[in-house]
């Protein structure tokens, strides 16, 4: 561990000092701290401390805890190579910006492009991504498992009770919360929207018959992590990742969709979320996560959307007319890159606007905005939760194809295969700290043979270890833009406007921009980065760390 890290590690120890400055007035329980502790017989040493156990988070040689202020004196006297992390607070999208049920009537169905003649709903996105080409050709993600970590599932919708030709597909639910295998089901609506992206096999009439989903043909599994208010934390994340990876060959589980982001406050590799998904990744499960809906200013990706291994996925937006693809652009919302560890992020970008999917009318986020309901089981709703969901749709489609492809394998064919947005001139309408190699192509991914163009120059199994880190290509010119090998400088603005992607064409050939070198042959390219000053965590426990944020379709 170098002695960068090391101040890292030590500082966010120190950061919990502020915990325990006060105690309670005499006659009261003592307080009781939530925390994530890392490190060889972490479970035992919290016990003997007097604390209590509360998740199993073996995935990252951890357990989350409970201790008061004495006990954690304790366990820190006794055994000061623990890493001590807060148990940090995440909350799904629509949690932190509109409490108030929407005022707002329901729109009118008889006005809506997506409601057929049988007055039942269709989506376009599959057609748009060349998953529905794929459909017809007999690839639908039969025989590959989609993990979610999120809300649950709306198990009882039946385009998700069952898989395309009528089979029952959800295969097991873990409630991670409580940690163990139980309902998984959602009343809040996120995890089912996700969901439903993915894996709709409901064929409308009327919809040219066309699956509503991605991958109408896989199984499912459901791993309940955050509550019906969409809150959770990352103990349960955390633990909901350590069961998947732990039950990944019991039930073939290949793709973990994972939609959500919290703020950075570490380097990627001393997260422990990160960790959690890195270790899912070297176990052989494409991961694909959001980039978050904090855009669209630079650097502004989160957590896990920062790790360099994972497929991160930015939203493109069809301005409201979903069968007109020449007027579809970025969607303002979508985070960019580059990472504060100066990785070219996202790597792709999918639709992520004016999505339609299912929600029952019962579910929280129905009710707290009921003029996006269509029809009377689907929902329309925008960000990057929705564009992940669209890549694990297609990963899994890919996976079906070629089952022998690893992780590293569908990262490098979907940005191989992906189409930038160009302008007028023929130039980059979007940077690719913006678009990254553009929007994915369902059909180019799954018939392309290209190989070794991701995550060159990693190390996962090295940088669990500890042994070695990494940095990316981008860097700072001299007038201050961000800049990675073989790509054009960007100022960090959002260039409005209507672009198509289709009149893009890959161009990754031979391309450095994603390629990772050691940490350490290098020196921190940037100024001010709050964890280089050593101090990578917030020392309040309660902080409420918003993960997809409710955005208005635009």
Same mark, same amino acid.
């Given at each position: 561990?170098?002695?960068?890290?090391?101040?890292?590690?030590?500082?966010?120890? #120190?950061?919990?000092?502020?915990?325990?400055?006060? @105690?309670?007035?005499?006659?009261?329980?003592?307080?009781?701290?939530?925390?994530?502790?890392?490190?060889?017989?972490?479970?035992?040493?919290?016990?003997?401390?007097?604390?209590?156990?509360?998740?199993?988070?073996?995935?990252?040689? #951890?357990?989350?805890?409970?201790?008061?202020?004495?006990?954690?004196?304790?366990?820190?006297?006794?055994?000061?190579?623990?890493?001590?992390?807060?148990?940090?607070?995440?909350?799904?999208? +629509?949690?932190?910006?509109?409490?108030?049920?929407?005022?707002?009537?329901?729109?009118?169905?008889?006005?809506?492009?997506?409601?057929?003649?049988?007055? *039942?709903?269709?989506?376009?996105?599959?057609?748009?991504?060349?998953?529905?080409?794929?459909?017809?050709?007999?690839?639908?993600?039969?025989?590959?498992?989609?993990?979610?970590? !999120?809300?649950?599932?709306?198990?009882?919708?039946?385009?998700?009770? *069952?898989?395309?030709?009528?089979?029952?597909?959800?295969?097991?639910?873990?409630?991670?919360? %409580?940690?163990?295998?139980?309902?998984?089901?959602? %009343? @809040?609506?996120?995890?089912?929207?996700?969901?439903?992206?993915?894996?709709?096999?409901?064929?409308?009439?009327?919809?040219?018959?066309?699956?509503?989903?991605?991958?109408?043909?896989?199984?499912?599994?459901?791993?309940?992590?955050?509550?019906?208010?969409?809150?959770?934390?990352? #103990?349960?994340?955390?633990?909901?990742?350590?069961?998947?990876?732990?039950?990944?060959?019991?039930?073939?589980?290949?793709?973990?969709?994972?939609?959500?982001?919290?703020?950075?406050?570490?380097?990627?590799?001393?997260?422990?979320?990160?960790?959690?998904?890195?270790?899912?990744?070297?176990?052989?499960?494409?991961?694909?996560?959001?980039?978050?809906?904090?855009?669209?200013?630079?650097?502004?990706?989160?957590?896990?959307?920062?790790?360099?291994?994972?497929?991160?996925?930015?939203?493109?937006?069809?301005?409201?007319?979903?069968?007109?693809?020449?007027?579809?652009?970025?969607?303002?919302?979508?985070?960019?890159?580059?990472?504060?560890?100066?990785?070219? %992020?996202?790597?792709?970008?999918? $639709?992520?606007? @004016?999505?339609?999917?299912?929600?029952?009318?019962?579910?929280?986020?129905?009710?707290?905005?009921?003029?996006?309901?269509?029809?009377?089981?689907?929902?329309?709703?925008?960000?990057?939760?929705?564009?992940?969901?669209?890549?694990?749709?297609?990963?899994?489609?890919?996976?079906?194809?070629?089952?022998?492809?690893?992780?590293?394998?569908?990262?490098?064919?979907?940005?191989?295969?992906?189409?930038?947005?160009?302008?007028?001139?023929?130039?980059?309408?979007?940077?690719?700290?913006?678009?990254?190699?553009?929007?994915?192509?369902?059909?180019?991914?799954? @018939?392309?043979?290209?190989?070794?163009?991701?995550?060159? +120059?990693? !190390?996962?199994?090295?940088?669990?270890?500890?042994?070695?880190?990494?940095?990316?290509?981008?860097?700072?010119?001299?007038?201050?833009?961000?800049?990675?090998?073989?790509?054009?400088?960007?100022?960090?603005?959002?260039?409005?406007?209507?672009?198509?992607?289709?009149?893009?064409? $890959?161009?990754?050939?031979?391309?450095?921009?994603? !390629?990772?070198?050691?940490?350490? !042959?290098?020196?921190?390219?940037?100024?001010?980065?709050?964890?280089?000053?050593?101090?990578?965590?917030?020392?309040?426990?309660?902080?409420?760390?918003?993960?997809?944020?409710?955005?208005?379709?635009?």
């Amino acid at each position: 561990m170098n002695a960068q890290l090391r101040t890292i590690v030590l500082a966010g120890v #120190a950061g919990l000092a502020g915990l325990l400055a006060g @105690h309670p007035p005499t006659g009261q329980p003592a307080a009781r701290y939530a925390l994530i502790v890392q490190g060889p017989g972490a479970a035992d040493a919290v016990r003997a401390a007097g604390g209590r156990v509360t998740h199993d988070l073996g995935l990252i040689d #951890a357990a989350g805890a409970e201790l008061t202020a004495t006990e954690l004196e304790r366990l820190r006297g006794r055994h000061p190579r623990l890493r001590l992390y807060p148990d940090r607070r995440l909350a799904v999208a +629509g949690e932190d910006d509109n409490q108030g049920k929407d005022k707002d009537k329901d729109k009118d169905e008889d006005d809506d492009p997506v409601v057929a003649a049988a007055g *039942e709903v269709y989506t376009v996105y599959p057609t748009l991504v060349g998953a529905a080409a794929l459909h017809a050709a007999g690839i639908d993600g039969y025989g590959v498992t989609v993990a979610t970590v !999120d809300t649950g599932v709306w198990k009882s919708f039946e385009g998700l009770e *069952e898989r395309a030709g009528g089979a029952d597909r959800m295969l097991v639910e873990f409630d991670a919360r %409580k940690g163990k295998l139980g309902s998984a089901n959602d %009343k @809040h609506g996120h995890g089912t929207h996700v969901a439903s992206i993915i894996a709709d096999s409901t064929i409308p009439d009327g919809g040219g018959a066309r699956y509503n989903g991605i991958a109408p043909g896989v199984d499912l599994v459901a791993v309940k992590a955050f509550d019906d208010d969409g809150l959770g934390s990352y #103990a349960d994340v955390i633990q909901g990742l350590t069961w998947v990876v732990a039950n990944r060959e019991a039930y073939g589980i290949r793709v973990l969709n994972l939609s959500f982001s919290a703020p950075v406050r570490s380097p990627y590799w001393d997260d422990p979320l990160n960790q959690a998904v890195m270790a899912a990744w070297q176990a052989g499960i494409v991961v694909v996560v959001s980039a978050g809906n904090g855009g669209p200013a630079p650097m502004t990706l989160g957590v896990p959307a920062n790790l360099p291994y994972a497929i991160t996925v930015g939203a493109m937006t069809d301005h409201g007319t979903p069968e007109d693809w020449t007027d579809d652009c970025l969607a303002s919302f979508s985070a960019a890159g580059p990472t504060f560890e100066a990785f070219v %992020k996202p790597e792709v970008v999918a $639709p992520g606007g @004016h999505m339609i999917a299912a929600m029952s009318k019962k579910q929280k986020l129905s009710g707290l905005h009921p003029r996006y309901r269509v029809g009377d089981d689907y929902f329309t709703m925008s960000g990057t939760s929705q564009a992940a969901a669209v890549v694990s749709g297609v990963a899994a489609l890919m996976l079906q194809a070629d089952p022998g492809l690893s992780p590293d394998d569908v990262k490098c064919r979907l940005i191989a295969t992906a189409r930038p947005a160009v302008d007028d001139a023929g130039g980059l309408a979007f940077s690719v700290f913006q678009q990254g190699a553009g929007l994915i192509d369902a059909w180019a991914a799954v @018939h392309a043979q290209a190989s070794g163009c991701a995550n060159r +120059g990693l !190390d996962v199994g090295r940088d669990l270890a500890g042994v070695e880190h990494y940095r990316g290509p981008a860097r700072l010119d001299a007038g201050g833009a961000f800049v990675a090998a073989g790509t054009p400088a960007w100022d960090g603005t959002f260039r409005a406007g209507e672009y198509a992607w289709f009149d893009g064409v $890959p161009w990754l050939d031979g391309v450095p921009w994603l !390629d990772g070198v050691p940490w350490l !042959d290098g020196v921190p390219w940037l100024d001010g980065v709050p964890w280089l000053d050593g101090v990578p965590w917030s020392p309040q426990l309660s902080e409420t760390a918003s993960i997809n944020l409710w955005v208005e379709p635009e």
